[in-house]
């Protein structure tokens, strides 16, 4: 069966530092890749979406930056981070565009 | 534009049955899909549909009408589990997938 990993589950970071999240999937090939963020009692934005690798496809203009260095690991990076930037990040695959997307556990990003 | 609308939040009893509602406009249609979410959790998978009427499972339904772009998941015999955010979200004829900012869905005893 297919598995979605993610980590780490909790970050605190001070404004300016850098992030790497990653995510990685078991048990399946080629999957469509995704990156979300909810802000707190809100709906999931998506912020980059990878149908292969090196694939990258950028929804929402911001200091974010995705990477898909191979078929099942997805990183969503910044080199420097705002206040702004706080809020849940999601990861999540699917097996083709219109077919379900199944979630990683997520991690909740506070910037201090 | 493209918009998804879902109630904010909705109150119900346990062992009652509620039903949450979703209007869509969007460019084209295929598929919508329903999430469940706890608080503090990632979304998980409920329903899919693609085709006009009513698909079942277990104490979860959803339904779908494509002519007046509703859709809604009824739920029953509700537990106290069930309290959680449901989201609505519709592929569009880019196969991209949009969004409704979820309903909040609170069970009393």
Redesign the interface.
């Known amino acids: 069966s297919q598995t979605i990993h993610q980590w780490p589950a909790t970050l605190v970071q001070p404004v300016g530092s850098p992030l790497s999240l990653e995510c990685t999937v078991e048990g399946t090939s080629n999957p469509n890749l995704y990156w979300y963020r909810q802000a707190a009692g809100r709906g999931l934005q998506l912020l980059f979406y990878s149908v292969g690798i090196g694939q990258i496809s950028s929804e929402v203009p911001q200091n974010l930056s995705a990477s898909r260095p191979q078929d099942r690991q997805f990183i969503l990076s910044s080199k420097k981070l705002l206040l702004s930037d706080s809020g849940f990040y999601l990861c999540a695959w699917s097996d083709r565009a219109q077919g379900p997307q199944h979630f990683g556990d997520g991690t909740r990003l506070s910037i201090l | 534009g493209q918009n998804i609308d879902q109630p904010t939040e909705m109150t119900a009893t346990e062992g009652a049955i509620v039903q949450i509602n979703c209007t869509y406009q969007t460019s084209g249609f295929?598929?919508l899909?329903w999430y469940q979410q706890h608080a503090?959790?990632?979304?998980?998978?409920l329903s899919?549909n693609v085709l006009d009427g009513l698909e079942e499972k277990g104490r979860f339904s959803s339904f779908l009408s494509r002519s007046k772009g509703y859709s809604y998941l009824l739920l029953k015999e509700l537990q106290m589990k069930d309290s959680a955010s449901y989201?609505c979200a519709v592929?569009d004829s880019n196969?991209?997938?949009i969004?409704?900012?979820?309903t909040k869905l609170i069970i009393k005893p």
């Open positions: 295929n598929g899909f503090g959790e990632a979304p998980t998978f899919y989201l592929v196969y991209q997938l969004w409704g900012a979820g």
